[in-house]
């Protein structure tokens, strides 16, 4: 008899499961529940799409639900939703969004990969016209067919991370006025105060007007205003008249669907699983946003939501439901954002997260950092960038914990030099000594990590 | 009493030993002997000044003799020869070239850093005016003002190697009509055949006239043209009449001074080092383009003289005078090559070069090779551009032993994430899990290279 697996959520991680398994195993019969508009969609894309250098959705959809039924033989189900899962009797309970009817799905495999949601800060008017979260496709569309019908002005976007910056941009290119609210005293928490200044200047050059250590109170209409501006009250006393408010304050995992079947939850709220991507049920596996994983360089598990991740979980899932054998090592939170004319990039831990971690000293004594500046190309080539590079390593040891790049050219792939050597253990000294490759139009002879790198030496040992 | 090093050659090697021995040695005596007119240039650097990229022949020149003197306190003595080494009373015969006298040097260390002279083919006509080799700086400058005074119109180049490649695309870029002579059946032979391809129709479309499998059988001055056209007698029987010719046929390591000495050279007829950069003689040390290393992924010497393997060779050569303790991993021939609007990089073994290695079965039968094209970024980013990867690896465990990239954009630090995890010993399934950077504007979810090691996976093991 051929198996069922039935999978919770068909994103990025669900549809690889199941792509996966129908490829290993042509009998299997693969339900994928989903309960939102779409399937398989590049999130990552979506503020390009909105700021108008992607021209349209469509280039965002990676898979349809009859590209999936058909060539994959995928029995997708759009506007379902698992409503509870029963790991005694093998059964998700579900029920049809369009027609309210609700039935039992029985699965001899479960993958749960219900994805994130955005965290919404505790302020009123966040149910307002003109404020939008972005996290799903028909998120950006909202926010599309708004900037289309109603041609707003200006902005409030609220939250300086990865997707507030994406957003600052998109919302500039469309010549809006955009105010960016942060609660830290910093943008981009995943990176060092002390790499962030010029970015944070250049965001400011860009149009973009920084309230930092400031939090949003409140959402109003102006009931004064005939246009019906949104009045954002800040802890600043301010109070932004806007046309728009985007909020992008973070997510968090959804996980109580795993949680109320008495599924094992990390010490980070999201779900437990083992390096083949099995929960504390053995017929239920979970990837994605909604799990947590081993973090190579912290050396316990944390939850760091992004796309690769997903990708890779979804797919070792289906790898190991297929009957094979496939652990997946961990993360490092490697990633590369785009912030105007600028790249930043990081990957492992940063000085703040290292210390803080408690695992390097109490204090994080043993917690080394250096930051230093070097040319992405040989110095006398004409359009020649200049990269910030911090690293950071262990001081009695010197392997490596973490880097943070950020310059206007040769920012991304660099990272993933280091991002490869903290996967395989290496120090600071092995970085200095890598032959990577030089030509002028490219590199400097010794490359800017190796130069940080080289530094750092002087701090191991003694 | 304070040590005295005597270093033969003052370019990238010998300047960072003498640099680094200085700098922890400062009661050090560091003689610099240098037999030419310049230390420390950028060799890499010299096709684009020639070619125009580069304004001035200056900025090539990393370190000046009065700056190595004034700021470094390196003794270095410019047109000063060494024509024997005496191991067993520790002296050095040095020629004064300018004066024609000549004396011994005592040392209580010495470093060879003789680099590398051009192969010329045994064919006449090579010191015929307008016929130039590039190497020195001096060369370099040498065809420079033949440029300016003679107004070349069209050249012939003699080699189809990095160097060959990138003085076709300065000839080029100064408008001049190209022929490129390459006796084997491919350009670059640091790559497979099933690699070069593209970049061959490039280089043609870019206006360079191939002969390939074609070799020069001399060059003539031609006695009937007043402009005195070099004639280029080719064995395909071509007679190609032009301005100038550039001999770029490969190099071969300065170890005549050593192999004199006594000192032990190795099967690739380099000098012959430890791991410490140490050469059969306790007291004599040896880096740069003269000396074979270790290669990490042939486990075996190899002798490939590039510049990044040069500045650390010698860098480590002067700590372990110093009193350091540095051994040097090894080289994997890391490279990356502009050829006009392509980049192509390597590292490590190609195909070729793994199978006739003898090292992975006898014919090669444990060497696996595939090919993939994959996106550099996002499939839907605008100006998007394909990446044509081959990774080569060992069938029986999926060690990762080469890779070679092509493409318009995103090949060159992409090849270093290879370098970095065939230095960590990984295999084709840890480079497929590495926690990669990813955002639509930089690299799509899986990077190529995990493209291309994902369907290496399959041929691995069974």
């Known amino acids: 008899m051929s198996q069922t697996v039935v999978i919770i959520g068909g ?30 969609w590049s999130a990552c894309g979506m503020p390009y799409w909105i700021g108008g250098v992607i021209e349209s959705d469509e280039r965002l959809m990676v898979l349809t639900p009859e590209i999936a039924r058909k060539k994959r033989g995928i029995d997708v189900r759009m506007h379902y939703e698992a409503t509870a899962i029963h790991p005694e009797s093998k059964t998700v309970s579900v029920a049809n969004l369009d027609t309210g009817e609700s039935m039992e799905l029985a699965y001899d495999k479960l993958v749960i990969t219900t994805g994130a949601s955005p965290l919404k800060p505790p302020i009123s008017g966040l149910d307002l016209p003109g404020v939008f979260t972005l996290r799903s496709l028909a998120d950006s569309q909202r926010i599309y067919a708004y900037m289309i019908n109603r041609r707003p002005q200006s902005a409030v976007v609220i939250g300086g991370g990865y997707i507030g910056i994406e957003m600052a941009e998109a919302l500039r290119d469309r010549e809006m006025e955009v105010h960016m609210v942060e609660m830290l005293p910093q943008l981009m928490p995943n990176f060092d105060l002390d790499m962030v200044g010029e970015i944070t200047e250049h965001v400011q050059e860009k149009g973009v007007q920084l309230h930092l250590n400031t939090r949003v109170e409140g959402i109003a209409k102006d009931s004064e205003d005939h246009k019906g ?30 949680r109320d079947a008495g599924l094992k939850i990390g010490k980070t709220r999201a779900i437990w699983v083992d390096d083949h991507m099995r929960t504390s049920d053995p017929d239920i596996y979970a990837a994605g946003d909604c799990v947590e994983h081993y973090h190579i360089a912290l050396g316990e598990n944390a939850w760091i939501p992004l796309a690769p991740s997903a990708n890779k979980g979804g797919r070792i899932v289906g790898e190991n439901i297929s009957g094979g054998d496939t652990a997946f090592p961990g993360i490092l939170g490697t990633a590369v954002v785009k912030v105007f ?122």
């Open 229 to 258: 501006k949104l009045l954002v009250a800040t802890s600043a006393g301010d109070t932004l008249a806007v046309d728009m408010v985007i909020v992008s304050t973070g997510v968090k995992p959804n996980a109580e669907l795993a």
């Open 341 to 462: 004319d600028y790249t930043v990039s990081t990957t492992g831990l940063t000085e703040a997260q290292a210390k803080a971690s408690g695992k390097f000293g109490e204090n994080g004594e043993d917690v080394g950092a250096v930051i230093i500046t070097a040319s992405d190309r040989a110095g006398y080539w004409p359009g020649m960038a200049k990269i910030k590079v911090k690293m950071v390593f262990r001081k009695s040891d010197g392997k490596v914990l973490g880097a943070q790049l950020v310059g206007k050219a040769g920012v991304n792939k660099r990272i993933d030099i280091v991002a490869t050597a903290i996967s395989a253990g290496m120090t600071v000294a092995d970085i200095g000594m890598l032959d990577l490759s030089y030509a002028p139009p490219y590199s400097p002879v010794y490359d800017p990590v190796q130069v940080a790198a080289n530094v750092a030496i002087k701090q191991v040992g003694g």
């Open 11 to 40: 994103d990025a991680a669900g549809m690889s499961a199941a792509s996966k398994i129908k490829r290993e195993m042509k009998d299997a019969n693969v339900i994928v529940l989903e309960r939102g508009e779409h399937i398989s």
